[in-house]
């Protein structure tokens, strides 16, 4: 379907979401339309947060907005779902668009799986009547979805359309790009040199699939990682339960920017807690690279004065691979929280592999290695 033409047959014209590659042609078309643009399509933080924003919006204008997300961001609306937007509580409507990963049948990546036998079970369990998209559905039979949608928006309701894999269709070409020139698999590359044989935690999306091919590259095993796959937004506070148990061993959180955004108050009880033998480092292209490189708002904003203000001990930002070594070493010695945000391009290599180890595989090593490696 040309995602021209289901743009027409919703007719809304305020957008918010959290990019998905399963909607590269939606997400393509917004920016190459609209950009970001506040009276008409802005990307939040997290799917709740586009839920709470496509609210004000119709509170502001009576109108129906559209929030889109991958089907993991379904756990992030399901409290603005069912205490905010409800029709037994302010009853606002709003119509959802979820790229529906790990479909039942079809071969997806393990953190996909279970999320994709649940993803119309919860729409269906939040009150909210679904319609799904594949590539065969023709524009007639959407169109008639959507008008019987509107019957049920105008009760209160919300609605969404759950896309399958390729259903979407958009012709036009956007380049996303930055001024940065140090790309992310090298970044992982000199972290995983400095940091040597302590326990690292990676974000998920590409970030953990370069961590183990680097691994991979340089002769080593995996037992050193644990590659958050799913559960964005999550590996720091999972760096954070590590260190604190973990006293006596250095910790390294390997995070990117769009994940640090999706739950950034996790920034926070980090530095309340102040583990001294912690090293953050957020990797910031600005982008949410992974599903495609739409933007974040992190290009924007100092993440080292947030982290300074949360309580971290130390916090710096860098832009080349001399100040980035420096301040990797200067990390790994010092007994205080530490904070390294890296300027980096966005893009990633062609033939980028994944994990040829299964995730329950990853956790067994990972937690073996913690009781048996050796005290810094």
């Known amino acids: 379907m040309k995602v021209e033409k289901l743009v027409e047959i919703l007719g809304a014209d305020f957008y918010t979401g959290v990019p998905d590659s399963q909607l590269k042609a939606l997400c393509n078309y917004l920016m190459a339309t609209y950009g970001i643009d506040p009276?008409?399509?802005?990307?939040?933080?997290?799917?709740?947060?586009?839920?709470?924003?496509?609210?004000?919006?119709?509170?502001?204008?009576?109108?129906?907005?559209v929030v889109y997300m991958q089907n993991s961001g379904e756990g992030n609306i399901i409290n603005p779902a069912a205490?905010?937007?409800?029709?037994?509580?302010?009853?606002?409507p709003m119509i959802f668009i979820v790229g529906w990963r790990g479909e039942p049948g079809i071969h997806d990546e393990p953190q996909h799986v279970y999320q994709g036998e649940v993803t119309v079970k919860l729409l269906e369990d939040m009150g909210i009547a679904s319609f799904v998209i594949g590539k065969d559905t023709p524009d007639e039979a959407v169109e008639q979805a959507m008008d019987g949608f509107r019957t049920v928006l105008a009760k209160g309701k919300d609605v969404a359309f759950v896309i399958r894999k390729g259903a979407l269709d958009y012709a036009g070409k956007v380049t996303y790009?930055?001024?940065?020139?140090?790309?992310?698999?090298?970044?992982?590359q000199h972290i995983v040199q400095v940091s040597g044989e302590d326990p690292v935690i990676s974000t998920t999306g590409k970030a953990s699939r370069e961590l183990f091919e680097t691994r991979v590259a340089n002769g080593q095993g995996h037992a050193y990682d644990f590659l958050t796959v799913g559960s964005m937004g999550h590996?720091?506070?999972?760096?954070?339960?590590?260190?604190?148990?973990?006293?006596?061993?250095?910790?390294w959180c390997i995070d990117g920017d769009g994940a640090v955004l999706m739950h950034m108050g996790a920034m926070a009880v980090i530095g309340a807690n102040k583990p001294?033998?912690?090293?953050h480092v957020v990797i910031n292209n600005g982008a949410h690279e992974?599903?495609?490189?739409?933007?974040?708002?992190?290009?924007?904003?100092?993440?080292?004065?947030?982290?300074?203000?949360?309580?971290?001990?130390?916090?710096?930002?860098?832009?080349?691979?001399?100040?980035?070594?420096?301040?990797?070493?200067?990390a790994k010695e010092r007994r205080t929280l530490s904070f390294?945000?890296?300027?980096?391009?966005?893009?990633?290599?062609?033939?980028?592999?994944?994990?040829?180890?299964?995730?329950?595989?990853?956790?067994?090593?990972?937690?073996a290695y913690l009781q048996t490696s050796a005290q810094p």
Do not use: W
């Open 39 to 65: 009276a008409h399509h802005v990307i939040a933080a997290n799917e709740g947060n586009c839920a709470a924003l496509a609210a004000g919006y119709h509170l502001a204008t009576g109108k129906v907005p």
């Open 83 to 92: 205490s905010l937007l409800n029709d037994r509580v302010y009853a606002i």
């Open 177 to 188: 790009e930055n001024a940065y020139r140090m790309r992310r698999e090298e970044i992982i």
């Open 235 to 251: 590996s720091s506070s999972i760096a954070l339960g590590v260190a604190l148990q973990k006293p006596g061993q250095r910790i």
């Open 276 to 279: 001294e033998n912690l090293v």
């Open 290 to 330: 992974t599903v495609g490189g739409m933007p974040t708002v992190a290009g924007a904003i100092d993440l080292v004065q947030i982290a300074l203000a949360c309580g971290y001990g130390n916090a710096v930002c860098v832009d080349s691979f001399e100040a980035l070594d420096r301040e990797l070493a200067l």
């Open 340 to 367: 390294i945000e890296v300027k980096c391009a966005i893009g990633a290599r062609e033939d980028l592999g994944r994990p040829t180890t299964s995730a329950l595989e990853n956790k067994e090593k990972f937690m």
